[in-house]
């Protein structure tokens, strides 16, 4: 199996196994309306296997970042419309990352919304907000009876989602957002049926997937996960706890069928992703996560341990990576001081190879 042979994914065919990781870059309007720059920017990216959209938000409470983009409103679907009809129009396959902030937001950036999560524990740090740096507030804990609107929440994006013309969505249960909040017993202190055990942290991330499962079909739903990745307070440093959790998760799909479970962990070969891959049972794509940036070399290793790889700042530098990668031709390099900020610089002007 190589990296440039087709593969499918639920409903999608892809004609390589390079997918354009979730990258949060913040160009569209405070309207959370994706405009012409970011209609560019994935339809020049439309050669990799797949797409997966920057993170986006399911409800104003849930908007995580300046200037990123929503799945709320009639305005926010039309403009994913003009994005997913490039990038079909340029041969490529899109999905959109439906992700909620929890309580790594702050009410400078969400419009004056109280963050909720899990627990009443707020992150230490700072958020970026519209009025510059502020600590992370401590956000309010869900009461059990509402934990159902926020599953709708999810399930209404991502309804909202195939009407702008994703080709599926994946919900963002990684990175210490509300999900994995739910899935870390150091970001979740709850006593209810949705904290303590592995099974019960487990239950919201299992309840929301099958209600989408439910609402667009299986084989378009995705979910992201991250486990022992020790980001923004989602801390999981018990390794066996760690297995518990993803294992009972895991379970809790496997009957779904979903078009694939995306991993980021930093050792794809050790037992905890490949024990989940195995519970799993269907397609699983994997990342190693922020340390160093994937090389041709890691895709290819990476690919010895699942289905698809998934390639995050390559990507971001290299419009056309899918052809660099399969000609051995040298690379961009991502400029990090542009990744958050506003305009064409570092997002639509990195260059196509041009021999
Ligand atoms: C600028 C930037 C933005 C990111 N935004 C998201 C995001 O919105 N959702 C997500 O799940 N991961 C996000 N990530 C993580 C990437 O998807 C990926 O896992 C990470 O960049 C490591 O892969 P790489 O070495 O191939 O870049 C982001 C990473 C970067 C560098």
Redesign the pocket.
């Known amino acids: 199996m190589n990296l440039f042979s087709p593969l499918t994914l639920g409903a999608l065919q892809l004609p390589n196994r390079l997918v354009m990781?979730?990258?949060?870059?913040s160009r569209s309007g405070v309207d959370g309306v994706p405009g012409d720059l970011v209609v560019e920017y994935y339809r020049q990216r439309a050669t990799m296997g797949m797409l997966v959209s920057?993170?986006t938000y399911p409800s104003a409470a849930g908007q995580a970042f300046v200037r990123q983009p929503g799945l709320v409103t009639g305005e926010q679907i039309a403009g994913w419309q003009r994005v997913t009809a490039a990038v079909h129009a340029a041969g490529g396959r899109i999905i959109a990352?439906v992700?909620h902030s929890g309580r790594i937001t702050h009410p400078e950036t969400n419009g004056g919304h109280t963050a909720v999560a899990p627990s009443a524990l707020a992150h230490d740090g700072e958020s970026r907000t519209y009025a510059g740096k502020r600590a992370y507030p401590v956000p309010r804990a869900l009461e059990t009876a509402e934990l159902p609107a926020i599953v709708e929440e999810f399930v209404q994006a991502s309804r909202n989602a195939i009407e702008a013309g994703f080709d599926g969505v994946e919900l963002?249960g990684?990175?210490g957002y509300l999900l994995h909040q739910f899935l870390s017993p150091t970001s979740n202190t709850r006593s209810d049926a949705y904290g303590g055990s592995p099974e019960n942290r487990a239950r919201l991330v299992v309840e929301t997937t099958t209600a989408v499962a439910r609402a667009i079909g299986a084989g378009r739903t995705w979910l992201?996960i991250s486990p022992e990745h020790n980001f923004q307070g989602a801390l999981e440093t018990d390794p066996a706890d760690a297995l518990a959790t993803y294992a009972a998760l895991a379970d809790g799909l496997a009957s779904l069928g979903l078009a694939g479970l995306s991993i980021?962990h930093r050792d794809p070969s050790g037992s905890l992703v490949q024990d989940v891959r195995a519970r799993f049972g269907g397609p699983v794509l994997l990342?190693?996560?922020?340390e160093?940036?994937?090389t041709l070399k890691d895709a290819q290793d990476i690919l010895g341990w699942a289905d698809a790889v998934?390639?995050?700042?390559?990507a971001?530098a290299n419009p056309d990576l899918a052809h660099r990668w399969e000609k051995g031709l040298p690379l961009n390099e991502p400029d990090f001081a542009t990744?958050?900020t506003e305009g064409a610089a570092g997002y639509t002007d990195y260059p196509f190879w041009s021999n």
């Not at 990342?287 to 922020?290: A, L, R, T």
């Open positions: 990781a979730p990258l949060t870059r920057e993170g990352q992700m963002h990684a990175n992201r980021l990342n190693s996560g922020f160093s940036i994937t998934v390639v995050g700042r390559p971001l990744f958050y």
